[in-house]
C-alpha cells in the first residue's frame, strides 16, 4: 500500500488555485465531472480508445471567454489504449504535474486492479485507497468481514449448496462480461445443479467461478441503494450525510419480469434463467419512519470502517439493500466509492441532498464541493489517501 504520508506530500506540492478533477470515463463519472463543474473545477477523463466519444465528443465542454462553462462537463481528455496505461509513471506524472486529484469508482479497481491501484498508482485519490478492496467479494477482509465486524444485517451465508433448503441467491462473476454477475436462484439443490449447469453449458459462468460462489439466503423485498457520505473535515454540522437513494435495472431479469407467467412458462431453455447485468438505475425516496434505521447502519460502518481501515471511509459511500416483509434491513453490497447509480442525481441533485444544502446537490457536486471546502480551510490532507 502506498503510504499516505507520499501523497500528502504530493499534495503539499500541488498548485491548488488550478486543480483538476480526474476520473476513469466509466461508471458513474458524468457525475463526478457535472458536480466538479457545478464547483467550478475543470475536469479530466481517462478514456479506453473504442468507448470514449461520450466524454471526448458528446459531453465535451464549452467555456465562453471567461472560462464559465455553457456547454458539457469534460474539459480535457486522455485517450489510451487500456485504460490500465494510466499506470505508467509518465501518466501518472502528467496528472501530478496537473494538480489532478482523481476520484475511485468501480471501473478504476476493474481495469486497473486493486493491487495496482493500493500499490503503484501514486496520484492523490479523494477517498479511502485502503477500503476499496473490501467489495471484492471472497477475499480475507471483504465487505462481509467488515458488515460481521459492525454487527450489520446481511444475508444469510448457507455452507453448501446441499443445505439449500429455501431461495437462495448464487453469487459469482460472469464468465464473459468481465464486470458482471452470473448470478442465479435456486430453492433446492436439485434446482441449484440444473440451473448452474445450464449456465456451465451456455458459457455463463466457470466451473472455477461455482466453487468459490457465495450463496445467501433470498432476500425478498425491494431493493434500495443509499447514497451516502461522510466528512472528516465537517467540525460543526452531522460528518454524515444521505444524498440520495436509488434502484437497478437488471438486464435479463428485468425483462423477465415483465412477461406473464404462462410466457415465462414458454421460454426456451437459453432464456429460462435470468442474468443480473446491470443496465441502468433510477431514484427512489424511502418512507421517512425508516431513515433514522439507514443513520444507524451507516453510522455502524463508519466507525468500523476507522476501527478496521484507518483513516476510515472517506467522501462518499454506497450501502446496498433489500428490505424484508417486516421492514427489517439486509445489506447485500457495500461501495466504499463513488456507487454506480449516482448519475440520476446529475445536474438536478437529490431530494435528500438538496434539501440538506438547500441547492441541487448530487454526489458528484459533494466530492467536488468536499474539495473546495478543504481547500478553503486548509484540509485537504484529510481527504485523499
Request: hydrophobic residues 35%; contains cysteine; aromatic residues 10%.
Amino acid at each position: 500500500m502506498i503510504d499516505r504520508k507520499e501523497i500528502i506530500e504530493i499534495v503539499e506540492g500541488y498548485d491548488t488555485d488550478n486543480i483538476k478533477i480526474g476520473a476513469v470515463a466509466s461508471h458513474s463519472a458524468l457525475d463526478v465531472f457535472d458536480g466538479a463543474v457545478e464547483e467550478d473545477f475543470r475536469t479530466l477523463a481517462i478514456s479506453q480508445a473504442g468507448r470514449q466519444d461520450t466524454y471526448t465528443k458528446y459531453f465535451k465542454a464549452q467555456r465562453d471567454p471567461s472560462g464559465k462553462v455553457i456547454r458539457g462537463i469534460v474539459d480535457e481528455d486522455v485517450v489510451y489504449g487500456k485504460f490500465n496505461e494510466i499506470l505508467l509513471p509518465e501518466n501518472q506524472k502528467k496528472l501530478v504535474d496537473e494538480n489532478v486529484l482523481f476520484i475511485p469508482n468501480r471501473s478504476l479497481t476493474s481495469y486497473c486492479s486493486i493491487d495496482n491501484v493500493e500499490n503503484d498508482f501514486a496520484v492523490p485519490l479523494v477517498g479511502s485507497r485502503n477500503m476499496l478492496r473490501s467489495e471484492e467479494r471472497g477475499m480475507e477482509r471483504d465487505y462481509y468481514w467488515i458488515l460481521e465486524k459492525a454487527g450489520l444485517p446481511f444475508p444469510e451465508r448457507i455452507d453448501s449448496p446441499e443445505d439449500i433448503d429455501e431461495l437462495v441467491m448464487v453469487k459469482l462473476p460472469h464468465a464473459v462480461k468481465k464486470l458482471e454477475r452470473g448470478f442465479f436462484t435456486a430453492a433446492t439443490y436439485k434446482e441449484y445443479l440444473e440451473k448452474s449447469q445450464a449456465l456451465l453449458s451456455q458459457g455463463v459462468i466457470t466451473a472455477e467461478a461455482l466453487e468459490n460462489a457465495r450463496i445467501e439466503r433470498y432476500i425478498i423485498g425491494p431493493v434500495f441503494n443509499f447514497d451516502m457520505f461522510y466528512s472528516p473535515i465537517e467540525t460543526e454540522m452531522s460528518k454524515l450525510e444521505i444524498l440520495g437513494i436509488d434502484w437497478r435495472f437488471e438486464t435479463s431479469l428485468d425483462g423477465h419480469v415483465r412477461l406473464p407467467a404462462p410466457q415465462q412458462m414458454t421460454l426456451a431453455e437459453h432464456q429460462l434463467t435470468p442474468e443480473y447485468t446491470v443496465c441502468g438505475h433510477n431514484s427512489a425516496t424511502l418512507r421517512e419512519s425508516l431513515l433514522e434505521e439507514v443513520f444507524r447502519l451507516s453510522e455502524k460502518y463508519v466507525e468500523a470502517s476507522k476501527k478496521y481501515y484507518d483513516p476510515g471511509v472517506i467522501g462518499p459511500f454506497c450501502l446496498q439493500t433489500c428490505i424484508d416483509k417486516d421492514l427489517n434491513f439486509h445489506i447485500y453490497d457495500v461501495a466504499p466509492r463513488v456507487g454506480g447509480g449516482t448519475n440520476v442525481h446529475m445536474s438536478v441533485g437529490h431530494p435528500y441532498g438538496n434539501t440538506l444544502w438547500r441547492k441541487p446537490m448530487s454526489t458528484g457536486r459533494r466530492v467536488a464541493f468536499e474539495i473546495r471546502r478543504a481547500i478553503e480551510s486548509g484540509k485537504l490532507d484529510q481527504i485523499v489517501t
